[in-house]
């Protein structure tokens, strides 16, 4: 019988970096802060050990971390080093201190439009630049954007690590997290730019609020909503009607009616706004 990879554990070494500790687990991937002699902190992404034997997932995997490691944007968390150990492939990314959109919505309930926009707008032009670059990020969703004060950045391009998400998966294909799915992806088609750009609309929305557009219902109900409800008017949770419409337009049902760049999208809800 073939050897099973072992998952790392802090103390462990993972090629170069001595693992210290473990920040999130998910479906997909387990993400640690390790260092290498001499440097600073990091954070290192390992794929699962059920994962690693999925030959599919893992040339995925492999392509994708390199298209990301040619990226270089303000917004987006660069990918400083990849590798395999031990059976398991793993990247390497810098280490934001300030924690996640989604632990400061916990943390505060909900933020005005104002802070909303300027914290999502170098992300949103981060997701242009994957988009760019060839890249559909597919899991856009607060926990997915990280902070360093008020300079927000866009992480986990198809390795997700928040455990607490509700995500479905399945071998060799990352669908995306259930609150923030475009309806196409629910109907497994071809994804594009236009599905990153619905779930920024979903993001919006919890910043807004404090929970996606059709949170708070089970599984199924969520699924549905997606493909066949009008996402609620943010006019009626105290938001200004024009910027509510142009917020919504990111969650139309088909990709072509949603706006055609993440920072174009950005740039429409503040001018609605007047911010």
Do not use: W
Not at 115 to 125: D, F, N, Q, S, Y
């Amino acid at each position: 019988m073939p050897e099973i990879a072992l998952e790392p554990r802090p103390g462990d070494s993972v090629g170069p970096y001595r693992i210290t500790r473990t920040i999130g687990r998910g479906r997909m991937g387990i993400v640690f802060e390790g260092v290498a002699d001499g440097g600073g902190p990091v954070a290192v992404k390992v794929v699962t050990t059920e994962l690693s034997q999925d030959e599919v997932f893992v040339r995925r995997f492999q392509r994708e971390v390199a298209a990301a490691q040619k990226i270089s944007h303000p917004h987006v968390v660069p990918v400083l080093d990849a590798g395999e150990s031990g059976g398991l492939p793993y990247l390497v990314q810098e280490l934001i201190p300030g924690g996640s959109l989604h632990e400061r919505i916990e943390g505060s309930g909900t933020l005005d439009l104002a802070t909303t926009v300027r914290l999502l707008t170098g992300p949103a032009e981060g997701i242009d630049a994957l988009h760019g670059s060839g890249l559909v990020h597919r899991d856009i969703k607060p926990a997915n954007i990280l902070l360093d004060g008020d300079h927000a950045y866009v992480t986990d391009f198809g390795l997700a690590k928040d455990s607490q998400a509700s995500n479905l998966t399945r071998p060799g294909q990352a669908l995306g997290s259930l609150d923030y799915m475009a309806p196409e992806q629910i109907r497994g088609e071809d994804v594009s730019a236009a599905t990153d750009i619905y779930a920024l609309g979903c993001v919006i929305h919890e910043c807004l609020t404090g929970t996606p557009p059709f949170g708070g219902r089970p599984s199924m109900r969520v699924l549905f909503a997606h493909l066949q409800e009008a996402p609620p008017d943010l006019s009626e949770a105290g938001i200004d009607p024009a910027a509510a419409k142009a917020i919504n337009r990111a969650l139309e049902k088909e990709p072509e009616d949603r706006p055609a760049s993440a920072a174009g999208y950005l740039k429409a809800v503040a001018k609605a706004a007047g911010i």
